[in-house]
């Protein structure tokens, strides 16, 4: 890919795992890109590893909670006035709990949905009129395995985001095609972040058990995959799923 590459990329959580490993990606690719992190002090950490000069001109952090629709707007008038316009939205910030059914109350459910689906919808409308300008955009929502086979582990309020943004996707992709811009889902499973490691190590390999390739994922797999469907080469596919999960759920 050129070094040259004067796109700009939006990633939200992009401070660790998956969202990181996408957006150092992109600097490397030589995309201007976007760091939009929820916490002060994660944003701070994630800055030091940007200090080398070239890479400054080419990254830009935003404090922003997604859920927070006012601060999404401001996020994407920033960019907007700062670099002149956005190319790429990763749709990547997301939690996921594994509360019971019976036990997720209205504000649970209410915050699930608020940051994994209310935002992949927002903020996919706000960089819109600037793609459809420049007749040219990609728009990739990080779902999960979640929202495709029924959960394992994540609550049913979980699963219904995930579920939502792979519509959202679809939905999107036919009202924006004829202006050039694609918009596809990613639905990884079992890729290995800090959570994993937090995990019960007896746990995680029992999980590995069910994986035909008897293997977590690695963060840079999935990056890779969203760099591809981010890129010109990725023109001719919208309204995809594409399933990341080691051989998981086959369809
Ligand atoms: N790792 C996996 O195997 C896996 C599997 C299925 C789906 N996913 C999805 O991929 C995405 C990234 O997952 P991950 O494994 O890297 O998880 P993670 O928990 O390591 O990262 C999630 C990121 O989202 C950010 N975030 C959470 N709430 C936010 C908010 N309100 N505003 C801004 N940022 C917020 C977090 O700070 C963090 O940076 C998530 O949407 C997740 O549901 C991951």
Known sequence: MAMNDQR???VTGANKGLGLAIAENFVKEGKKTVFVIRNKENLEQTKNLFQEEVMLEQVMFIQ??????????????QVLNEWGR???LVNNAGIRFETPIEEINEEEWDQVLDVNLKSTFFFSQAVIPVM???KWGRIINMSSFGGQAGPLTSGAHYSASKAGQIALSKTFARSLAAYGITVNTVAPASVRTPEMDKMDPEKVAQMIETIPLKRAGEPKEVADLVSYLASDSGGFTTGATFDINGGRLMR
């Open 8 to 10: 700009v990329a939006i």
């Open 132 to 134: 459809k300008e420049r």
């Open 86 to 88: 956005i190319d790429i």
């Open 64 to 77: 922003l909670d997604v859920s927070d629709l006012n601060g999404i707007k401001k996020a994407v008038n």
